[in-house]
Structures are given as C-alpha cells and as structure tokens.
C-alpha cells in the first residue's frame, strides 16, 4: 500500500515544477487567485462548521472566468461543486482555483477532488493544504493522479488564504476556534464603564465595522459582567444582515446570568451560557432558544478558557469573536488564545472615573508592544482609529 504523506509530498514538489507550466500569465493567475480570495470572504460566519471556501473556474487559454462560488451557507455544498455546475460543460478543459485543498472524502455529498477530475478540469491551482486527517493530501494526490495537474498558489496568497482557514485549522489541530478579540477605547485608551446600557465612544462608521465582525463570526462572546453593566443584545443590526447574527456565548462560572437581559428578549440567534456549575441555572432549562453548556469547576472557581473553547470547537464554532469587558479580554490574551486583536479608538475621552483599563491592570501596551502580536492593519473609520493585531505565532509580515 502506497503511504498517502510521501504522496503529499511528492505531489507537493511537482506543483512547484509545475508552476513555470501554467497556463496562463502570471498577473492574470494572481488576479484570478484574488477573486478566489474574496468570493471566500464573503460567506465568512456562515459556513459553520465547515471553513468558507472560494473557488474560480476559468478559461485555461484566455483566463476568462466562467464561474465563481464560494462554500454555501450551512457549509454544504463546497465551493468546488458550485463553480462547477455553474461552468457546466465549459469546466473541460479549464482551471480551477480554489482557497483550500479540494477535500477528498466521502461525506454527506460526493469529494470535490472526484468533482474536478469528473468535470475534466485541466490544471488545479490551490492555498492551503487541509490538516483534517481524511484529507491531508489526499485531495491533491487524487487529482494529479487522474491527470489534473496541481499548482500552489504564491506564497502571498498562500498566506492570505491560511489565515482565512485558521479557524477551519485551529479546530481540528488544537480543538478551538479562531478567536478574534475586540475592544472599544477612548483616546486615552480606556473602555467605558457599563451603566445598565451600552455607552457608545466611537462613531457610526467604527461601529459599523464592529457590526460587520459580528456578521462574519460563528459565536459572539462576552462575560457575564458585561450583560450585567451593559445589558447587551450581541446582534447584527446591519441593515440586510440581520440573519448573519451570530450564537451569542455568556460565560458565567456559576450560570447565574440576569434572565431578564435583552440576550433573552427573543430566540434567535441562540444564547450558550458556558458555566461551571449549573446548579443555579434552572431558570434557562428548557428555555427556548438557550443551552447551557456545564463544563466543570476548575479548583479556583473560574472557569478554564481552553475547556470552553474547546467545547465550542465540538459544537461547530470555528470563528469567535470576544466582545467580553477587561477580565474577559485579558483572560484570553493570557491563555495565549487570543488570534487578533482589533482595538476601536474614538476620538472622545472619558471622565478618569467613567473609564478603565482595556485588559484588566493593563493598557494598550499589552498587546501593543508585545512580540506575541504584529500590527497589521491601522486604519480610519470616520474621525476614529481601528488598529488590528495578529498573533505572530499565525502571521508573519
């Protein structure tokens, strides 16, 4: 029996002699790859628990694109499929692009490596590689094997498209999601404090921008502090993206969540209360709409981060976004789980007394002046400032 990783390795070095044999100009394939790249972004959050996936089917002579898809809301069907059937016969003989390994096995519909090879597919170009253990290779094996030749992508866009996948990756390597944290400041670099409502520093167009982050994730999660100061509802309130609002998640070691908070006002999206010890949240069982989610007392009554994340993962989450208060923040920073951190910063400044620290004891600095975080975006959203923070550990400049 053959061994599937020194095929994967094989077909990995063919793809690189492959590269000078494509078919068409370099500034037309990294046009066609940037398309693939964007039709992926645009079902981000919505895809749960499959990755969003961006496929371009295009004329192997012209570079014409005659299809393009990405992964369907639900996660079925794949991109691939869809680009697919919407080239119909014009798929022979053309290229296809495609953000992630084709996968490979056989699940609730037919592997899309078959669907490239059956649709006579010329050449294969593609980003990342797929760490899920039924496909690892597998894909690009089979198709070289039927006659598609298989390229990867440039390395920008082999990073570009890794970082869209991390969530897709970070579940099956480390068992949790892609989390991304977000805070908003003042200009001193202080959050508010809550006061029964949210108190809003930045303007709309930076709150806009948190409201899109809300679109593209999975779950949104804060700590039972803020439903308690800010009495939040964590939706969507974009106008045409109501729909895309996400799971809402409370962590409440002990369950105990105010069961009049507006998170409860109506069943949809859901609410998950990860706790601790459900004992004292009999109030939301068999409430519609919420689940509590016991995952143990850890021995200093807090609740173990890795744990609920983990128990997220299992549940399908592969993209959190953390819009908990200081403690929550700084909870997951310190637990190394935090993989982007974007900070909102208005132009206003609070009262020393209506303001705090953004991670507990500490200011920006802790994520600013940290080797563990790149700055990798800082840009205007009307009169304020979003600057956005990598995890070094999964970007590189």
């Known amino acids: 029996m053959s061994d599937p990783a020194a095929s994967s390795s094989e077909t990995t070095a063919k793809a690189s002699a492959d590269a000078a044999r494509l078919p068409l100009p370099a500034s037309v394939i990294d046009a066609l790859c940037r398309r693939a790249l964007f039709v992926a972004q645009t079902n981000i959050g919505a895809t749960s628990p499959n990755p969003s996936v961006g496929a371009v089917v295009a004329d192997a002579r012209t570079g014409e694109i005659i299809a393009s898809a990405a992964t369907a809301r639900g996660g079925r069907p794949h991109a691939e499929v869809l680009a697919l059937r919407e080239a119909g016969e014009r798929a022979k003989g053309a290229l296809i692009i495609t953000t992630l390994e084709p996968c490979s096995h056989f699940g609730a519909t037919p592997p899309c490596a078959h669907s490239i090879v059956g649709a006579g597919i010329s050449h294969l170009i593609y980003a990342s590689l797929d760490p899920d253990t039924r496909v690892a290779g597998r ?8 006659g598609v030749r298989a390229t990867r992508g440039t390395p920008a866009f082999v990073r570009d498209c890794d970082w869209l996948n991390l969530g897709h990756s970070l579940r099956v390597t480390e068992r949790r999601p892609f989390v991304q944290v977000k805070l908003a400041v003042d200009a001193a670099g202080f959050v508010p404090r809550g006061n029964g409502k949210p108190v809003f520093i930045t303007g709309d167009v930076a709150r806009a921008a948190a409201h899109l982050l809300r679109a593209r994730a999975d779950a949104i999660l804060v700590g039972r502090k803020t439903v308690e100061a800010d009495d939040p509802e964590l939706t969507c309130r974009l106008p045409g993206l109501a729909d895309r609002s996400p799971v809402r998640v409370v962590l409440a070691s002990r369950c105990n969540v105010p069961p009049a ?4 006002a109506v069943e949809r999206p859901p609410v998950w209360i990860v706790c601790g010890d459900s004992s004292e949240g009999t109030a939301f069982f068999g409430r519609p709409g919420v689940r509590v989610l016991d995952i143990g007392a850890s021995l200093t009554g807090r609740l173990n981060l890795r744990l609920a994340m983990m128990r997220l993962a299992a ?5 959190l976004l953390v819009e908990g ?51 990798f975006e800082k840009r205007k959203a009307g009169a304020d400032t979003i600057s956005i923070y990598r995890s070094t550990a999964h970007w590189q400049n």
């Not at 690009?140 to 039927?146: G, I, K, M, N, R």
């Open 139 to 146: 894909g690009l094996t089979y198709v070289a094997q039927h």
């Open 261 to 264: 908070a507006k998170l409860f």
């Open 315 to 319: 549940e399908g989450i592969t993209r």
């Open 325 to 375: 208060g200081p403690s929550t923040a700084r909870g997951f920073i310190d637990a190394g789980l935090a993989d982007e951190v974007v900070i909102m910063q208005g132009t206003q400044t609070l009262d020393p007394q209506a303001g705090m620290p953004p991670f507990g004891d500490a200011g920006l600095a802790l994520v600013a002046a940290s080797p563990q975080f790149t700055l």
